[in-house]
């Protein structure tokens, strides 16, 4: 069983930083492609940042320039640099990681999620 275990959410004023961390851990082969989901009070689950285990990245145009995505293959961990926050990028925010097993098989794992709460 892949456990994702987030950290690092919490309470920031406006024009604030914040920084996220998820660690992988249990049973497998690799880690694809990790990234960072957001679900906003009423809204819809919505990708925030992804990135290749080659280090290719891919940002929402909404958080372009503020945040930054990056891993520690090393460490199956993934983090969530978040600069200038704004009220809107108030969210539970998730970890999403594709894992792939011994068996050569797939499967997307996410974790459980950490508030982020921006206020103005």
């Known amino acids: 069983q892949v456990q994702l275990v987030e950290s690092g959410g919490g309470l920031v004023q406006a024009g604030g930083s914040l920084r996220l961390s998820c660690a992988a851990s249990g049973t497998f082969f690799s880690i694809n492609d990790m990234g960072w989901y957001r679900q906003g009070p009423g809204k819809q689950r919505e990708l925030v940042a992804s990135?290749?285990?080659?280090?290719?990245?891919n940002y929402a145009d909404s958080v372009k320039g503020r945040f930054t995505i990056s891993r520690d293959n090393a460490k199956n961990t993934v983090y969530l640099q978040m600069n200038n926050l704004k009220p809107e990028d108030t969210a539970v925010y998730y970890c999403?990681?594709?894992?792939?097993?011994?068996?050569?098989?797939?499967?997307?794992?996410w974790g459980q999620g950490t508030q982020v709460t921006v206020s103005s």
């Open positions: 990135i290749t285990s080659g280090g290719r990245t």
């Open positions: 999403n990681a594709e894992v792939r097993y011994y068996s050569h098989t797939y499967s997307p794992r």
